[in-house]
């Protein structure tokens, strides 16, 4: 198991509330990355960063945003949660050097929006 | 688009059997990665193969490349129940470039 940590794991809120999901990797990796994975399977990169204070916009467009005030942390954060914010939400990191790398996987959020 | 896609979208076959589960894509890469994704879980990395290289193993795991038809194929010799969850192949187009993840195939193996 990847030294990648996600929560919580499950989440039901309402509509219009604030939510933060955590991530956090303790392997010294400086990319990070969300993604969104349909109930299809198919994974969409919504967030990435390369370092502290870098963030960047994925291919997907999402309502949420992220930091990275810290190597280890990755939050995603969404302002006012709505329906069709639910999904699953799944974060990753890698390290830096080099094209031949993986990436390292968190166990993913399942957020619901009533 | 650069996106792998995985073929069959489902697959399910009898425990001891070989599974063979393709993914084809559009552009030229740098590599190609195939990852594993239990039920409700994060994904994991299985191997990752070049693209100057053919055929990569690792344990029950066969990888294949062809570069001129823009595709790959996992095998999973000896399949057991466990081998059940959805398997997903990622390109890396140039080496600066992010992972782009295909739909996935969902693997059952009956017991």
């Known amino acids: 198991e990847a030294d990648i940590y996600q929560t919580p794991r499950y989440l039901v809120i309402g509509t219009g509330k604030k939510i933060t999901l955590e991530c956090s990797q303790t392997?010294?990796?400086?990319?990070m990355y969300w993604y969104q994975q349909d109930p299809g399977m198919e994974l969409h990169l919504i967030h990435y960063?390369?370092?502290?204070?870098?963030?960047e916009k994925g291919d997907l467009s999402s309502e949420s945003t992220v930091s990275r005030i810290r190597t280890e942390h990755f939050p995603l954060t969404l302002e006012s949660a709505r329906p069709s914010h639910t999904s699953q939400y799944l974060c990753?990191?890698?390290?830096?050097?080099?094209?031949?790398?993986?990436?390292?996987f968190g166990p993913g959020t399942r957020l619901t929006v009533l | 688009s650069q996106q792998g896609e995985e073929d069959p979208q489902a697959l399910s076959i009898q425990e001891g059997e070989n599974a063979t589960m393709n993914c084809s894509y559009k552009?030229?890469?740098?590599?190609l990665q195939w990852y594993r994704q239990n039920s409700g879980r994060g994904l994991v990395h299985l191997i990752l193969?070049?693209?100057?290289?053919r055929e990569k193993h690792s344990g029950r795991l066969r990888v294949t490349l062809d570069t001129s038809k823009k595709s790959s194929s996992l095998l999973i010799t000896a399949s057991r129940a466990a081998d059940t969850a959805s398997y997903f192949c990622?390109?890396?187009?140039?080496?600066?470039?992010?992972?782009?993840f295909g739909k996935g195939i969902t693997l059952s193996v009956r017991p």
């Open positions: 990753a990191s890698s390290p830096t050097s080099g094209s031949l790398y993986e990436q390292f």
């Open positions: 392997m010294g990796h400086d990319k």
């Open positions: 960063s390369y370092g502290v204070n870098s963030t």
């Open positions: 552009t030229s890469i740098n590599n």
């Open positions: 193969i070049r693209s100057n290289e």
């Open positions: 990622a390109i890396r187009a140039g080496a600066n470039s992010k992972l782009t």
